[in-house]
């Protein structure tokens, strides 16, 4: 029995060192990206203010959820290696065990316990609203991304401008960099959800409910966004880049909207599309060259 015994430690021990062996092998040869993406476990780089908080305890849920079941498996292995045996006598039964009856009680409530406290200081953090110092109107429609941004008070620009995308050509959604940034979030149509990956955090966009977030993007850049919610034909077509830029190439750039006329703000009116269809953006123009939806003039 103790040779037994002896024998599946040893085992154990070398496929250990083993998979040790093999994960140092393989993390020598990552690059330093691989590495960081690695200890962000899958979280591409954070690009605003409130994004820690949420990758903080996206790492840390995993780490609970980690060693409980590293717990759990060892336990069982435990159990398993400690108490064979060669015949098949049937063990000394209990009817209770009440200190561990006690442990396995208590013990998800405090994991649960401490998960949801974190998970409020996150949530505290990420749902802060201060007063914003850029606006942008988010409309999404069956199936592309309108952006308002609320810019008659810059003095460069003067207006409120506008830019929307369609099935075939992607919108771009430009941030100043440092800037408080709140996003109020409209559909005329069914469904929708508003995701950056790199802002950590997403927000659904609903018929007949005005829904809205803040964040402060610190790191300039281009980063991905699109729908996560799943809203029909084209779904996969609500695509959209993000460019994070200093404060003059915001300027810079609402200015060119409004040089080309996209003035006003677009509302994503319902119009027909290839599947008969109400509120596809594929073929947005109208007879003045602006989308079906558009309110001209400033506020």
């Not at 996206?58 to 498996?73: C, L, N, P, R, Y």
């Not at 940034?181 to 950590?200: E, Q």
């Not at 695509?239 to 006329?261: C, M, N, P």
């Amino acid at each position: 029995m103790g040779v037994t015994r002896q024998r599946a430690r040893r085992v154990g021990l070398r496929a250990t060192l083993a998979l040790c062996g093999v994960a140092l092998t393989l993390l020598a040869g990552c690059s330093a990206d691989t590495v960081g993406e690695l200890k962000r476990l899958g979280l591409p780089v954070a690009a605003t203010d409130q994004a820690p908080a949420i990758g903080n305890l996206w790492i840390g849920t995993w780490i609970a959820a980690g060693s409980i079941g590293i717990a759990v498996w060892g336990l069982i292995g435990w159990a398993a290696l400690r108490y064979k045996t060669n015949h098949n006598e049937m063990p000394r039964q209990n009817r209770y065990n009440l200190p561990m009856e006690i442990f396995y009680t208590v013990a998800p409530f405090v994991v649960i316990g401490v998960l949801f406290y974190y998970t409020i200081l996150a949530q505290d953090t990420v749902q802060k609203n201060p007063d914003p110092d850029v606006t942008v109107d988010v409309v999404g429609q069956k199936w592309s991304w309108s952006f308002n941004y609320e810019s008659a008070d810059i003095a460069s620009v003067g207006t409120d401008v506008w830019e929307s995308g369609t099935i075939n050509v992607r919108p771009t959604l430009y941030l100043p960099v440092d800037k408080t940034v709140r996003f109020n979030l409209s559909s005329p149509d069914v469904n929708h959800s508003f995701w950056v990956p790199a802002f950590y955090e997403k927000m659904d966009v609903i018929p007949g409910r005005d829904n809205h977030f803040t964040v402060t993007p610190n790191r300039e850049g281009v980063y991905r966004g699109k729908c996560a919610e799943l809203c029909g034909t084209y779904h996969s077509a609500m695509l959209f880049e993000v460019h994070i830029v200093s404060q003059a190439e915001y300027e810079a750039h609402l200015k060119t909207l409004a040089d080309r006329g996209q003035t006003g703000q677009v509302k994503g009116a319902a119009i027909p599309n290839p599947v008969g269809e109400p509120g596809n953006t594929s073929n947005p123009d109208t007879s003045d060259g602006a989308p079906a939806g558009v309110q001209g003039g400033t506020r």
